[in-house]
């Protein structure tokens, strides 16, 4: 028996989400009385794959082949699934970020394993097995039954916090010829996002909305994120109107983030909008208008013009830095 | 080339969601039924790709698992240019069951491309798509941004971590898309409505596979600690209080 984690690397490197993976792992395994185990695909050099023993993981299968250079829903979770039976594995956990959403289903029919995705917390209990999910866009909780011999979990990011439980690390590296998995999809090319620290990463992001009036308003925005090391966003009909890149659309049909701190400048507040921030730890509201529902879901409001707010909170910035 | 699009029925998005029972199923008194906005926006992708000559699509069918309750809001996809319907008849919460269902209807019949939300607004769940491909082993893509089609091959623009990717991939497959695949949803015509009206929805009955999961309750969020206000014309003593009292920075 095992508790399983899929660690996916980003160009050889794991993540603070690899690392809270492990950290959530290892307490469920702790809760079962068994071990905890990963699973690497693609080339991640053996000093990066011991990191994970910080965390509790007692050996990391690493699969390098050059066919899954490139990532194919059905070719990894083909081979997961095959590891996770050799493992006995009862518990999967992977991210619930774009890799972690295209594998876990295709495991759960593999696996004939149920599966809870978007989980946010450590199973409430575990014989019965129920988890906490989100459900309807943060507007509600659902105690979820996996009713299967073997369960899938999609966690989260920064839902978990590290906790290092230092072990022994094996790696064990596995040769494979992928017998029977094939790759159907081909990359043509990709396209990285240059420079700014990714929204879905970021601890703190500066969000704007309609009511900084036209995208030549944005510098103290861009200047507040940089100061704070931040990631900037928007709401929808900001991206919508092209003031600012989609990728930086938050909300229900944008990105679903949970930093530990999200100021929301000249947002109202939309349930909508809620959907994709309301996990964040803190919420800062900056907003002319009183009664804007975003300051229900606030724990800092400033009633006034962003104009004139952003520039004194950029210069509290620069003296608290200067200190 | 034939597309089909999967239809999930969720309350509007600004329903105030409510449960009864002892919190053990949603109270649907007084929820408007919405189509799925990720569906509503695929939906529109594959009518634009018929629309276009170029592409080569004949057909665009849409596909639901759900009781009759379903069917008003499956003529508004039917309205929007949809050419029939296939409802799946049951009532299931599980993503199992429903990527069940919705495997009957494509092993009956002749897509080419199947496309999926990436998660219905009401269990926020993102796995029927792919449990659906995998049921069918074919090739999915998730996350689709953009959609194009030449040759009887979908050239996808997909959003990863930190970046995107340009796929190809040969029909047929599974496409889950998510936002940027069509800027709006397209609004039905008078004459959409009306043709709504005789397009032919048929029910498929299937013996239900089994649930792997089960909702036992639901719960509120936690209330958040009522707003600290901060005078406006010292807003700075907001970053001393992030910093003193939230420990943030
Ligand atoms: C199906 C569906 C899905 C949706 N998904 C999303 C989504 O994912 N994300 C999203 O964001 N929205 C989404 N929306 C839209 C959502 O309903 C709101 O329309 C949107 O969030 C409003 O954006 P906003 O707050 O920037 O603009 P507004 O609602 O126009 O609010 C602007 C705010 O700025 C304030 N303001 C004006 N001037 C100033 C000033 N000088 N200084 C300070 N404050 C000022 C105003 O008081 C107001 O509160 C969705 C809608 C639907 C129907």
Not at chain 1, 62 to 83: C, E, H, M, P, T
Not at chain 2, 113 to 132: A, T
């Amino acid at each position: 028996m095992s508790v399983l984690i899929y660690a996916e690397n980003w160009d050889g490197k794991f993540k603070k989400l690899t690392f809270e993976l492990a950290s959530y792992g290892a307490r469920i395994a702790e809760m079962l009385g068994t071990k905890l185990i990963a699973v690497s695909i693609g080339n991640v050099e053996e000093s990066e794959l011991k990191q994970l023993g910080r965390f509790g993981v007692e050996k990391v299968i690493a699969a390098d082949n050059k066919r899954l250079k490139q990532f194919d829903s059905q070719a990894y979770s083909g081979l997961i699934a095959q590891l996770a039976q050799k493992e006995g594995a009862k518990v999967i956990i992977l991210a619930s970020n774009n890799a972690g959403k295209s594998i876990a289903p295709r495991l759960s029919v593999r696996l004939k394993a149920a599966l809870g995705s978007g989980v946010n917390k450590l199973p409430l209990s575990t014989d019965p097995f129920v988890v906490s999910k989100k459900v309807f866009s943060g507007n509600a909780f659902a105690q979820l039954l996996l009713d299967t011999p073997v369960k899938i979990i999609t966690l989260l990011q920064n839902s978990f916090d590290l906790g290092e439980k230092p072990v022994d690390i094996t790696v064990e590296n596995l040769q494979t010829d992928l017998g029977g998995l094939e790759v159907k999809t081909e990359v043509i090319e990709i396209r990285k996002q240059e420079g700014n620290i990714l929204l879905t990463d970021a601890e703190i992001v500066v969000s704007g909305g309609r009511g900084m009036k036209s995208p030549d308003n944005w510098q103290p925005i861009v200047e507040l994120a940089e100061l704070l090391n931040a990631a900037t966003a928007c709401s929808r009909p900001v991206s919508d109107e092209g003031w600012r890149p989609h990728e930086e659309h938050t909300g229900q049909t944008g990105k679903i983030i949970a930093p530990n701190l999200y100021f929301a400048v000249g947002i109202s507040g939309a349930t909508q909008h809620l959907a994709g921030v309301s996990s964040s730890k803190y919420i800062v509201a900056i907003n002319n208008d009183k009664s804007a529902p975003i300051f229900e879901a606030a724990q800092y409001g400033i009633v006034g013009d962003a104009q004139k707010v952003l520039p004194q909170i950029i210069e509290a910035v620069k003296e608290l830095r200067n200190k | 080339m034939n597309i089909l699009v999967c239809i999930s029925v969720v309350p509007d998005t600004t329903t105030k969601i409510r449960f009864a029972d002892d919190n053990t199923r949603l109270d649907v008194a007084g929820v408007q039924w919405v189509i799925n906005p990720w569906d509503e926006l695929s939906l529109t992708r594959a009518l634009e790709l018929k629309d276009d000559a170029s592409a080569g699509v004949n057909q665009v069918s849409i596909a639901h698992v759900g009781t009759t309750a379903s069917e008003p809001t499956l003529r508004k996809a039917l309205a929007m240019g949809a050419d029939n319907a296939f409802r799946v008849n049951g009532e299931f919460n599980d993503a199992y069951q429903v990527a069940a269902g919705l495997a009957e209807v494509i092993k009956a019949g002749q897509f080419d491309m199947v496309l999926c939300g990436i998660e219905s607004s009401d269990y926020n769940g993102s796995n029927v798509g792919s449990m659906l491909a995998e049921m069918l082993e074919l090739p999915s893509v998730s996350a689709i941004s953009s959609l194009k089609v030449e040759d009887g091959k979908a050239l996808i623009i997909r959003e990863i971590d930190g970046g995107k990717e340009v796929i190809s991939v040969f029909a047929p497959f599974v496409g889950i898309v998510q936002k940027g695949i069509a800027k709006e949803p397209r609004i039905a015509s008078m004459r959409g409505i009306m043709q709504a009206r005789t397009k032919p929805i048929q029910v498929i009955e299937t013996a239900a596979t089994e649930a792997f999961t089960r909702v036992i309750r639901f719960e509120p969020p936690q209330p958040r600690a009522a707003c600290k206000f901060i005078d406006p014309d010292n807003a700075g003593e907001l970053i001393s209080l992030l910093q003193k009292e939230a420990k943030l920075l």
